[in-house]
Antibody, heavy 125, light 108 residues
Framework: QEQLMQSGAEVKKPGASVKVSCKAS????????????FHWVRQAPGQGLEWMGV????????SYAQRVQDRLILTRDKLTSTFYMELSSLKSEDTAIYFC??????????????WGQGTLVSVSS | DIQLTQSPSFLSASVGDRVTITCRAS??????LAWYQHKPGKAPKLLIS???HLESGVPSRFSGSGSGTEFTLTISGLQPEDFATYYC??????????FGQGTKVEVK
């Protein structure tokens, strides 16, 4: 069964950093993790979905939303099919549920078909 | 950047109602649009890709239409499990994407 399993909730103080993991498993034989882009999306309390960035496992291509590009680093460990989102200089407005999601390998109009369960990151002094 | 504007932001409806949500793009995006359903405490669920393609397992009461700059999501015969927030997503600049601000469908 294909799934994305995220790490647990985090509580951080303003100015700190947080690193959330997302492990991919169960992908069908012949369709590997490297066939897809993996994205990070967050939802702050009472707000909508906000796309944060994307990483391509094969080659490590990354791209970030302008709003967080100075503070966000996406990485991956190909051996363990695990993706990481590290957000630094945390502010109270970074309090949100963070999701990883699988996207298609190319421009196709197809959406994100597989999502992690979400990780709550709380930023408070 | 391509902006998406959904309308309405909130919608009150009853079970059995036909519900229509509109998503407008600031510039043409062909059919590179997806729709999601999101419930509190859950991951978003992909309903429709390429503007009108229903994902496997999604009930046929959901349908999508449109191209270019105007798109609609229609729920024909709202069911109790359909009360949720719905988002459109543009994939024209993929792998860079953006979501609309969401439409919350509430019980009337």
């Amino acid at each position: 069964q294909e799934q994305l399993m995220q790490s647990g909730a985090e509580v951080k103080k303003p100015g700190a950093s947080v690193k959330v993991s997302c492990k991919a498993s169960g992908f069908t034989f012949g369709i590997t993790v490297t066939n897809f882009y993996f994205h990070w999306v967050r939802q702050a309390p009472g707000q909508g979905l906000e796309w944060m960035g994307v990483i391509m496992p094969d080659g490590g291509f990354t791209s970030y939303a302008q709003r967080v590009q100075d503070r966000l680093i996406l990485t991956r460990d190909k051996l363990t099919s695990t993706f990481y989102m590290e957000l630094s200089s945390l502010k109270s407005e970074d309090t949100a549920i963070y999701f990883c999601a699988r996207g298609p390998p190319a421009v196709s109009g197809e959406g994100f078909d597989l999502w992690g369960q979400g990780t709550l990151v709380s930023v408070s002094s | 950047d391509i902006q998406l504007t959904q309308s309405p932001s909130f919608l009150s409806a009853s079970v059995g109602d036909r519900v229509t949500i509109t998503c407008r793009a600031s510039q043409g995006i062909g059919s590179y649009l997806a729709w999601y359903q999101h419930k509190p405490g859950k991951a978003p669920k992909l309903l429709i890709s390429t503007a009108f393609h229903l994902e496997s397992g999604v009930p046929s009461r959901f349908s999508g239409s449109g191209s270019g700059t105007e798109f609609t999501l229609t729920i024909s015969g709202l069911q109790p499990e359909d009360f949720a927030t719905y988002y459109c997503q543009q994939l024209n600049d993929y792998p860079l994407v953006a979501f609309g601000q969401g439409t919350k469908v509430e019980v009337k």
